[in-house]
């Protein structure tokens, strides 16, 4: 017997799941067909690819981890190399947490969710989750997640043998699909200025910080342009409050028209 | 210590899992930790979200700008106008992520057959 929330709690898993068939599951695919041909082009093998895959889940991480294996770095140097990188996994699943958890879900549970969080799943979830009742979130974000998660996995198992054919000019095209697909795909479910700010800002920052400090270029990039994007918010917001109230109320409803457009 | 110091079947493995499993949850489980203490409209929230988004842009401008791999045959030109290109129609066509990411690609694609 099977009671109504039960039946909820499915619902809403399914409905998580039936988002591997969007744009962002399927973009994402593609870039792990990319991903493959790199780690095959490495020298990896299949059942190393696919571990990778699932345990790290991550796709500029595992980039990383296949450069610095490459390049014969220690294990220590490679550890540091991935995990200054992955610095950026901390504020996007500390602003995705108090989005998913449901008014009494268990830290444990928490955790384990983390783990299937990435860019993908962050821009998917942050894109949706508005929509779905509070105490159902976290089973939408997991229906969706593992699904996701499951579903490269075996697709980097499937392709690795054909991706070594791949002529270089597909590859590099496979390549390119995820830095556009993160640039269109924030931008567009952007809940606020703040976030247009904070990518305009990284955009450029990133250049800057990479000709000062290679190594931590990402960080710091993501720490200054940030703090600037959030400053800037509140100048201007500061700055708008004194006007009329009518003003606000027409930026109000100009960002939710916008909103609505894009989802 | 290097990926080929140990001819062992589990070497791979325990690289994988110390360089790459572990240098990347241990910041996600500090994020539950972190995350599960602010509330949905803090402005810490705010700010680490800002921060957050800033971070994905310069990763963005890094696989564009310094990309691995195949990308890297690329020209730069070719790479920064095609973005530019995909992205602009993109906002002028209703900001629909399809219609940009489809533009881009096209062009990154047609512009390396051509040069």
């Known amino acids: 017997m099977t009671t109504a929330s039960e039946r909820a709690g499915a619902y809403w898993f399914l409905q998580g799941m039936r988002g591997i068939f969007s744009l962002p599951a399927l973009i994402l695919i593609t870039s792990f067909v990319g991903f493959t041909g790199f780690a095959s082009e490495a020298g990896l093998l299949l059942e190393h690819a696919v571990f990778m895959t699932g345990i790290v889940w991550a796709l500029p991480a595992m980039v990383l981890l296949i450069s610095s294996i490459l390049a014969n770095a220690s294990l220590p140097a490679a550890f540091l190399t991935v995990t200054l990188s992955s610095i950026r996994l901390l504020p996007m699943v500390a602003a995705l947490i108090p989005e998913i958890r449901g008014r009494k879900t268990s830290i444990w549970v928490l955790l384990f969710a983390s783990h299937f969080i990435a860019v993908t799943a962050w821009v998917f979830t942050m894109e949706r989750i508005r929509s779905v009742p509070v105490d159902q979130r976290l089973r939408f974000f997991l229906g969706f997640a593992l699904t996701l998660t499951t579903t490269v996995t075996a697709v980097v198992a499937a392709v690795f043998v054909f991706v070594e054919k791949l002529p270089p000019i597909v590859a590099g095209t496979l390549f390119f699909l995820t830095p556009i697909y993160f640039l269109t795909s924030i931008w567009a479910s952007a809940r606020d200025r703040i976030a247009h700010y904070a990518m305009i800002a990284g955009l450029l920052g990133a250049p800057l910080f990479h000709l000062i400090a290679p190594d931590f270029d990402i960080l710091y990039t993501g720490i200054v342009a940030g703090t600037l994007a959030f400053a800037f918010d509140r100048l201007v917001g500061r700055r708008r409050k004194p006007a009329a109230d009518a003003e606000e109320t027409g930026q109000g409803t100009g960002a939710a028209a916008d909103e609505g457009r894009d989802r | ?115």
């Open chain 2, 1 to 115: 210590m290097t990926w080929e110091s140990l001819d062992t079947w589990w070497w791979p493995y325990l690289f994988i899992i110390i360089a790459g499993w572990l240098a990347t949850d241990i910041w996600r489980w500090l994020g539950v930790l972190i995350g599960n203490r602010l509330a949905d409209d803090a402005p810490l929230l705010i700010w680490v979200r800002a921060v957050a988004t800033a971070l994905v842009a310069a990763v963005i401008a890094k696989l564009i700008l310094y990309p691995s791999g195949a990308l890297q045959d690329f020209p730069l030109a070719l790479r920064i106008g095609a973005a530019i290109f995909g992205f602009g129609l993109f906002l002028a066509t209703g900001r629909k992520p399809w219609i940009g990411i489809l533009s881009a690609v096209a062009t990154l694609f047609l512009g390396r057959l051509l040069l």
